[in-house]
């Protein structure tokens, strides 16, 4: 990835908006921090707790970052506590992969049960590399951002009117879905441990309770390594990562689409207050290379992290319709029942509410158009001509590597791929055996 800087990517932009400057005199200009007076959050401080709580869980694993803290000195040092817990993290979760496909390679059978879990063990792999990678240049990707927002973050333009302040909405929405996440996988651990003493009811072992639960839960484990408490519970840590990481990318494209919906917001409250009323060709120039300068930068982050958008989309959609799969089988216990119809809702409801959210920076980029067309004729120039020619013709979606961009109608496209799915099974599932009364092993 390139590490140019971020100013000299866009010489001519940089040069009507601004007396040239480097990021370095840029950066160093700008108050940090949410205590800079009258200025707007800026995304950079508005992820710091966000990143925090990936790095709890071994993700992001970036030092020198903080609410106040320079972009550009944000870095990923090779032999820092985070890195190592990383990796470490990583060649777990890696090991679980292999351990499992020869596992599967050993059975009679193949199904959506053993499909599903090798997916989920991938793509989680897939994901902690993803973010491992992204860190490596996040000092780039912020630095880009961080100049491109500066003008939005003092006058003429002004925090939307009547919103949450920006780090709050971001802690807001962050924290709000990784508590129902935790709230998830608590649920999980209960049904697990009420299954497994279901099991030992019908089939009395000599081992004990917590080796009969490592052996339903991670069978896998136990037919090459011999179990010891130790090794269970590190693989139970590992798989709370897991599952964490599962949840957290969702919560990332979020925040991240949370940043770039604000400037467009921002950008057409600011020709609101115009209120149709004639402005100077300096005016109009300089709203024009604003707009310009927001689309440019929807096209970096566009280019950066549409793979974790295609495949985030794509394992909310696969795990959407295995759960649908697995609805029309009784459960063994009322906790079990609990738990699973609690992860449905909120797989559902985190799949969609990530595609809401991204697709509202498309939403928020249209809407200048339509402010702009409330303009009276006689107040129109060449500049204003050229920021409405802008306005409409500018792609300003991310997307899942350009096979598709997310906009509002994609959401309408996959309810309906739901809905038609789960109409199909009711005529062809057939019913999973219960194993909570298999004393085979």
């Not at 129109?380 to 013709?393: G, H, S, Y």
Request: glycine share 4%.
């Amino acid at each position: 990835m390139s590490t140019m800087n971020p100013m000299e990517r866009y010489p001519s932009t940089r040069s009507l908006t601004r007396p040239p400057s480097t990021p370095s005199t840029a950066l160093a200009e700008e108050p940090t921090g949410k205590g800079a007076k009258g200025r707007e959050c800026s995304i950079h401080e508005a992820l710091a707790a966000v990143i925090f709580m990936g790095q709890l869980f071994s993700l992001m694993p970036i030092t020198g970052y903080g609410p106040a803290s320079d972009p550009r000195t944000v870095t990923i040092r090779y032999r820092s506590v985070r890195f190592v817990y990383g990796m470490v993290t990583l060649f777990l979760m890696l090991s679980l992969v292999v351990m499992l496909c020869a596992y599967t390679v050993d059975q009679t059978s193949f199904g959506v049960q053993q499909a599903s879990s090798l997916v989920y063990y991938v793509i989680i792999v897939f994901f902690m590399v993803e973010l491992m990678l992204l860190a490596r240049n996040w000092s780039h990707i912020m630095g880009r951002w961080y100049v491109d927002e500066l003008p939005f973050r003092s006058e003429p333009y002004q925090p939307p009117a009547g919103r949450l302040p920006f780090h709050r909405k971001v802690h807001l929405i962050a924290f709000g879905v990784m508590f129902f996440a935790f709230l998830e996988d608590t649920l999980n651990f209960l049904s697990a441990y009420r299954l497994n003493e279901l099991h030992i009811r019908y089939c009395p072992h000599r081992s004990g309770f917590w080796k009969n639960f490592f052996h339903r839960e991670h069978p896998y484990v136990l037919r090459i390594i011999p179990y010891h408490a130790v090794l269970g519970w590190t693989i139970e840590l590992t798989m709370r990562i897991a599952k964490f990481t599962w949840h957290y990318v969702d919560v990332f494209i979020i925040c991240l689409s949370l940043g770039l919906q604000r400037r467009f917001v921002q950008f057409n409250e600011r020709l609101e207050r115009l209120d149709g009323q004639p402005q100077s060709q300096s005016v109009w120039r300089g709203l024009r290379l604003d707009f310009v300068r927001l689309s440019e930068l929807v096209a970096f982050v566009d280019e950066r992290f549409s793979k974790l958008i295609l495949f985030s989309c794509a394992n909310d959609m696969f795990f959407i319709t295995v759960q649908l799969f697995n609805s029309f089988d009784l459960k063994p216990t009322t906790v079990t029942t609990v738990y699973f119809w609690y992860s449905l809702g909120f797989l559902i409801c985190r799949c969609f509410l990530m595609l809401f959210v991204v697709s509202s920076v498309s939403r928020a980029s249209e809407r200048p158009l339509e402010t702009l067309r409330r303009f009276p004729s006689s107040n129109w120039n060449l500049d204003l001509r050229r920021l409405c020619d802008a306005v409409a013709t500018s792609e300003n979606a991310l997307s899942g590597k350009r096979f598709f961009f997310v906009r509002r109608p994609l959401i309408l496209a996959m309810a309906g791929t739901i809905i038609t799915y789960e109409l199909v099974l009711l005529d062809q599932v057939k019913k999973i055996p219960d194993t909570t009364k298999d004393c085979t092993f």
